[in-house]
């Protein structure tokens, strides 16, 4: 019986180590974050060719608009190129994209991948470009997104992510879905960059120098080509900006299912990352002192927020119930009774509330608060799914194109 009790005890402490690490990951970035503040240059000494990418893969319903939104960009007409890589479209789409002042790259694979279609299109369209701007197929991007990315090329970066925020709050999902980015932003981007760290990349509203995104991207063949690209730059020592500033409006998960399939991807994608650079991350933080390479890596082994709260909430109140019940069993099994469980569940409550925006308290959050738990069960079920998600396409509808409204 008492060795029974020393493995309940050994993994007690396993579970609740890892918790609190990852709570602390996200209350010190968190805190971070509130100091954030956007560097501005007084002025450019160059303008930039920009290669704005825009792979799409059966994107029909919203591509045109968004084609016809990215070529209204305040930066000069000749510096920049917008470039739609088309999977998938049918001849009506590709006909009128044809009509409108950018080019169009076909492409066709047997099983289709983003990382597939930026290799292809970055071999067609040659070398002559700067700046490499990724953009998913139903991103609107403000006016001056490309003039502030060019401006944060100037004061040396080679590698920057955009703000890219909700285009649409029309379901509770979508507003759930909506709070998650900014929350990310908030603790992967503004806090990561207020520590000296590097900004997470999103896998769109980023830029890189073309020439290491192209050389970077020929060795990536995964469906988390952004996590990858981002861990092998870090890894030869690039520090990736971010731009608060530079809106990139992206279309937000409306439908639970669909909520299901992107965590499920993400989720799969994050552990394959971690399993694979871990070992390196830490013989690159022991040998040449990389701590950003390895934050990196340790951030692919973070829990989902949803994920963590619910957990944490879970955990606290079921041994609250046990303490009452049996208090003196309890005591003999558990060493971290509900109150060390609680600490984390506010600590991280916390984080997530001082890393909302303040547009988001409003009484349509509050109803979409409610649906926390459905999210939270939506999360456990995609956990149960991840088998094979990171080596297969997963592909996401876009439907959304009603004009963007944004305070």
């Given at each position: 019986?008492?060795?029974?009790?020393?493995?309940?005890?050994?993994?007690?402490?396993?579970?609740?180590?890892?918790?609190?690490?990852?709570?602390?990951?996200?209350?010190?970035?968190?805190?971070?974050?509130?100091?954030?503040?956007?560097?501005?240059?007084?002025?450019?000494?160059?303008?930039?060719?920009?290669?704005?990418?825009?792979?799409?893969?059966?994107?029909?319903?919203?591509?045109?608009?968004?084609?016809?939104?990215?070529?209204?960009?305040?930066?000069?007409?000749?510096?920049?190129?917008?470039?739609?890589?088309?999977?998938?479209?049918?001849?009506?789409?590709?006909?009128?994209?044809?009509?409108?002042?950018?080019?169009?790259?076909?492409?066709?694979?047997?099983?289709?991948?983003?990382?597939?279609?930026?290799?292809?299109?970055?071999?067609?369209?040659?070398?002559?470009?700067?700046?490499?701007?990724?953009?998913?197929?139903?991103?609107?991007?403000?006016?001056?997104?490309?003039?502030?990315?060019?401006?944060?090329?100037?004061?040396?970066?080679?590698?920057?992510?955009?703000?890219?925020?909700?285009?649409?709050?029309?379901?509770?999902?979508?507003?759930?879905?909506?709070?998650?980015?900014?929350i990310n932003n908030h603790i992967f981007r503004k806090g990561h960059r207020v520590l000296g760290m590097s900004s997470a990349l999103i896998g769109s509203g980023m830029g890189l120098d073309y020439h290491l995104f192209k050389s970077t991207?020929?060795?990536?063949?995964?469906?988390?080509?952004?996590?990858?690209?981002?861990?092998?730059?870090?890894?030869?020592?690039?520090?990736?900006?971010?731009?608060?500033?530079?809106?990139?409006?992206?279309?937000?998960?409306?439908?639970?299912?669909?909520?299901?399939?992107?965590?499920?991807?993400?989720?799969?994608?994050?552990?394959?990352?971690?399993?694979?650079?871990?070992?390196?991350?830490?013989?690159?933080?022991?040998?040449?002192?990389?701590?950003?390479?390895?934050?990196?890596?340790?951030?692919?082994?973070?829990?989902?927020?949803?994920?963590?709260?619910?957990?944490?909430?879970?955990?606290?109140?079921?041994?609250?119930?046990?303490?009452?019940?049996?208090?003196?069993?309890?005591?003999?099994?558990?060493?971290?009774?509900?109150?060390?469980?609680?600490?984390?569940?506010?600590?991280?409550?916390?984080?997530?509330?001082?890393?909302?925006?303040?547009?988001?308290?409003?009484?349509?959050?509050?109803?979409?608060?409610?649906?926390?738990?459905?999210?939270?069960?939506?999360?456990?079920?995609?956990?149960?799914?991840?088998?094979?998600?990171?080596?297969?396409?997963?592909?996401?509808?876009?439907?959304?194109?009603?004009?963007?409204?944004?305070?």
């Open positions: 019986m008492n060795t029974l009790f020393y493995i309940l005890s050994i993994i007690e402490g396993f579970f609740y180590l890892y918790f609190l690490l990852a709570t602390l990951y996200i209350f010190i970035y968190g805190i971070s974050g509130l100091f954030y503040r956007q560097k501005h240059t007084a002025s450019v000494t160059k303008q930039r060719k920009f290669a704005v990418l825009i792979p799409g893969y059966k994107e029909d319903e919203v591509i045109i608009h968004v084609a016809e939104e990215a070529i209204k960009q305040d930066y000069p007409n000749d510096k920049y190129e917008v470039i739609v890589i088309a999977d998938s479209f049918k001849k009506s789409t590709l006909e009128a994209l044809h009509k409108l002042p950018i080019t169009v790259v076909e492409v066709v694979f047997e099983v289709s991948k983003k990382s597939k279609a930026l290799n292809k299109c970055m071999k067609d369209i040659g070398n002559d470009y700067d700046i490499a701007f990724i953009l998913d197929a139903d991103n609107v991007m403000k006016p001056d997104v490309l003039t502030k990315i060019n401006e944060v090329f100037d004061r040396g970066f080679v590698a920057v992510q955009g703000h890219r925020t909700a285009k649409n709050l029309n379901t509770s999902v979508a507003i759930l879905d909506a709070m998650s980015e900014e991207m020929a060795t990536v063949d995964s469906v988390g080509e952004d996590k990858e690209v981002e861990l092998k730059i870090i890894k030869n020592g690039v520090k990736i900006e971010y731009v608060n500033d530079a809106l990139i409006f992206d279309e937000k998960t409306q439908k639970s299912a669909v909520f299901v399939n992107q965590r499920r991807r993400w989720i799969a994608a994050q552990l394959s990352y971690f399993k694979e650079y871990f070992f390196d991350g830490l013989k690159q933080l022991i040998l040449n002192g990389n701590i950003d390479y390895f934050d990196k890596v340790l951030q692919m082994v973070q829990p989902p927020r949803i994920l963590l709260v619910g957990i944490l909430f879970i955990i606290t109140v079921v041994l609250w119930l046990f303490e009452v019940i049996a208090p003196q069993l309890t005591s003999d099994l558990y060493y971290f009774n509900h109150q060390y469980w609680g600490f984390l569940f506010a600590a991280t409550t916390f984080t997530l509330i001082i890393s909302i925006p303040r547009r988001f308290y409003n009484k349509k959050t509050l109803k979409a608060l409610l649906y926390i738990p459905t999210g939270f069960v939506l999360m456990l079920l995609s956990l149960l799914k991840i088998k094979g998600a990171s080596k297969k396409f997963i592909h996401t509808t876009h439907s959304h194109t009603d004009n963007i409204k944004h305070d």
